[in-house]
């Protein structure tokens, strides 16, 4: 079946600018996550959604930060105010629910480069 | 929060070969070990998972052990192939519970 997927697979902004990142998780997986890899590291937690709601944005870095899931499938990562330490590979996870006895499987991510 | 080291760096092997790479984890409650593996220009496709009620899993190639005494965990691949290069990722949950923790990764390189 379709995994989940990630659009644009790259964005290219200047600093300052205003940038949104999608989602598309499985079909059926109520949990959706947002992670962030930087170059040479492993990914690092942003946020989680069970349904609609954010059950845990403690990973977002600042305020510019923001997600949402409004009907509880499609997400949308938007970052206000670009900045060049934003630059990295944003991934987006899903699973059948929220718990570590669910798999979360990885879209291919979304490259930002914020010149 | 969990802390996971990853061990080593970068691996390069002989086709045909064994890998082993290793993780250690701080948090005691955790009790979820899943591996990814991450092809460039690819998001981290799991590969095998193993939960504290065991020791050992095995799927054809790939095994991963389980120490909970010592907090660390290894993934094995045996009869290495060139498609097995690749970064391998291992993670453990935060509080045993949803959000990930990741290593830092490994690189292995399969000389052919």
């Known amino acids: 079946g379709a995994g989940v997927s990630q659009t644009p697979s790259n964005k290219v902004t200047e600093k300052g600018k205003y940038v949104e990142l999608r989602c598309d998780p499985i079909s059926g997986h109520t949990a959706l996550y947002w992670y962030r890899q930087s170059l040479g590291q492993g990914p690092e937690f942003l946020i989680y959604?069970?349904?609609?709601?954010?059950?845990?944005d403690s990973g977002l870095p600042n305020d510019r930060f923001f997600a949402v899931r409004p009907e509880g499938s499609v997400s949308t990562l938007k970052i206000q105010r670009t900045e060049r330490g934003d630059s990295a590979v944003y991934l987006c996870?899903?699973?059948?629910?929220?718990?570590?006895?669910?798999?979360?499987?990885f879209g291919p991510g979304t490259r930002l480069t914020v010149t | 929060g969990e802390n996971v080291e990853q061990h080593p760096s970068t691996l390069s092997v002989q086709e045909g070969d064994s890998a082993v790479i290793k993780c250690t984890y701080s948090d005691s409650a955790s009790n979820y070990f899943p591996w990814y593996k991450q092809e460039l220009g690819k998001g981290p496709q799991l590969i095998i998972d193993?939960?504290?009620?065991?020791g050992e899993k095995k799927d054809q190639r790939i095994a991963v052990t389980l120490n909970k005494t010592a907090k660390h965990f290894s993934l094995h691949i045996t009869e290495t192939q060139p498609e097995d290069s690749a970064v391998y990722f291992c993670?453990?949950?935060?509080?045993?519970?949803?959000?990930?923790?990741f290593g830092a990764g490994t690189t292995v390189t399969v000389r052919a």
């Open positions: 996870a899903s699973s059948l629910a929220g718990g570590a006895e669910y798999e979360q499987y």
């Open positions: 993670a453990a949950p935060f509080s045993n519970d949803y959000k990930l923790s």
């Open positions: 193993i939960r504290s009620n065991v």
């Open positions: 959604f069970q349904g609609t709601g954010a059950a845990d």
